[in-house]
């Protein structure tokens, strides 16, 4: 898990508290200056991801999109169907070569919308996608993916060489690359989700979050 989304779970879970203290104590004047200050932290995170009220927050939404779609790319490749030939029938890769390229255009979009974030939010998670591609860096590149500039390339004649079983030991449902990419992506959504809710609510003088 990455150090934002550790982050963003901290700041939620003491100001709940915080919040649930003060409902109880009516108001202390100790825990408003606890909630201020957990607040104006939190503020701060956001601002470093470039997520604040005073700014439009579409590209962040933009990037939650793409990694869903990436998410959904990936799901895709995890059906057992496209490995394998249906009972009396010649097997037909092109199904699958259209999996993969798709996979591929949804990675560089997620690529390029969080270039446009920019912050630690682009900085965390372009290298932990980075991390996880060169990790599996010879198997990608033998079923012809490479990485150029941070985003993924296809050699065609390389993939539509490739045999079914390797493309599926990389990009299948139980490749330990899929898996990693699949966790930032996670990430990325719960972050991106968290951060935009709360950046749009306010706390009242008793710590509880006015929506």
């Not at 980075?130 to 993939?159: F, M, P």
């Amino acid at each position: 898990m990455s150090q934002i989304h550790n982050s963003l779970e901290y700041y939620q879970s003491s100001q709940g508290l915080l919040r649930m203290l003060n409902k109880d104590k009516g108001g202390n004047a100790l825990i408003n200056q606890l909630v201020s200050n957990n607040d104006l932290k939190y503020q701060q995170k956001m601002e470093a991801m470039g997520i604040s009220k005073k700014t439009s927050n579409t590209k962040y939404k933009n990037v939650d999109k793409s990694a869903t779609n990436l998410l959904d790319a990936l799901e895709n490749l995890s059906n057992e169907k496209l490995y394998v030939a249906e009972s009396v029938k010649e097997y037909d890769k092109s199904t699958l070569l259209k999996g993969v390229s798709n996979f591929v255009t949804a990675y560089n979009s997620t690529i390029t919308e969080l270039a446009k974030c920019g912050g630690s939010l682009n900085e965390t998670f372009y290298k932990e996608l980075t991390a996880a591609y060169q990790e599996k860096r010879a198997d990608l590149e033998k079923i012809g993916i490479s990485l150029v500039d941070g985003k993924l390339t296809i050699d065609q004649d390389k993939l539509n060489a490739a045999q079914p079983e390797d493309i599926k030991a990389i990009l299948g449902k139980n490749s330990d690359y899929v898996n990693t990419v699949r966790g930032s992506l996670e990430s990325i959504d719960t972050i991106v989700n968290k951060a935009l809710a709360m950046s749009s609510s306010t706390y009242n003088p008793q710590g509880m979050l006015n929506l």
